[in-house]
T-cell receptor, first 111, second 113 residues
Framework: GQNIDQPTEMTATEGAIVQINCTYQTSGFNGLFWYQQHAGEAPTFLSYNVLDGLEEKGRFSSFLSRSKGYSYLLLKELQMKDSASYLCAVSITGGGNKLTFGTGTQLKVEL | ETGVTQTPRHLVMGMTNKKSLKCEQHLGHNAMYWYKQSAKKPLELMFVYSLEERVENNSVPSRFSPECPNSSHLFLHLHTLQPEDSALYLC????????????FGPGTRLTVL
């Protein structure tokens, strides 16, 4: 089976940088997704990593190490609107586009 | 309408009722998904349809019955549900059933009394 771990909650200050970690144990790894979900809203896609390394997209970056079963999402220049749940999800080979999600990290951005 | 839409947004039903959730995607995608999101739990994949054929049934109880009449529409028929089935039901779509970004609808908040 698959196991995905991420912290339940994090708090950070507006303007700062925060790193949300995700570790996974899975067979047939075929990529890792990060989604953002505001309370009462649909999850929205942030990033996809399938090769080792850093993918940068504006204020958000995502890193993957396949050998370590580890990823992180880096948010820079935090804004109040970044307060949301951040979901880590793993795709496995042979599973079509079957994603296994972590429980999500609730990020609170404070003044 | 753009993206993925779901109706109703909120639903309250008794255990003996029959109701249906509707999802429609306007993205020209070929794959559609149903997920269940309960408080403090990960998103759980329930069903996957690719080109209107069910390709994944994740050990979901038979009181949940999906239907995909065409690539743009997906239904989840509900009957004799239990209070523990109360959750947010999310629909998603992707270009196909390989590893592509999934686009989620806003969800239906279901309460079973």
């Amino acid at each position: 089976g698959q196991n995905i771990d991420q912290p339940t909650e994090m708090t950070a200050t507006e303007g700062a940088i925060v790193q949300i970690n995700c570790t996974y144990q899975t067979s047939g790894f075929n990529g890792l997704f990060w989604y953002q979900q505001h309370a009462g809203e649909a999850p929205t896609f942030l990033s996809y990593n399938v090769l080792d390394g850093l993918e940068e997209k504006g204020r958000f970056s995502s890193f993957l190490s396949r050998s370590k079963g580890y990823s992180y999402l880096l948010l820079k220049e935090l804004q109040m609107k970044d307060s949301a749940s951040y979901l880590c999800a793993v795709s496995i080979t042979g599973g079509g586009n079957k994603l296994t999600f972590g429980t999500g990290t609730q990020l609170k951005v404070e003044l | 309408e753009t993206g993925v839409t779901q109706t109703p947004r909120h639903l309250v039903m008794g255990m003996t009722n029959k109701k249906s959730l509707k999802c429609e995607q306007h993205l020209g995608h070929n794959a559609m998904y149903w997920y269940k999101q309960s408080a403090k739990k990960p998103l759980e994949l329930m069903f996957v349809y690719s080109l209107e054929e069910r390709v994944e049934n994740n050990s979901v109880p038979s009181r949940f019955s999906p239907e995909c009449p065409n690539s743009s529409h997906l239904f989840l028929h509900l009957h004799t549900l239990q209070p523990e089935d109360s959750a947010l039901y999310l629909c998603a779509s992707s270009q196909d059933s390989r590893d592509n970004e999934q686009f989620f609808g806003p969800g239906t908040r279901l309460t079973v009394l």
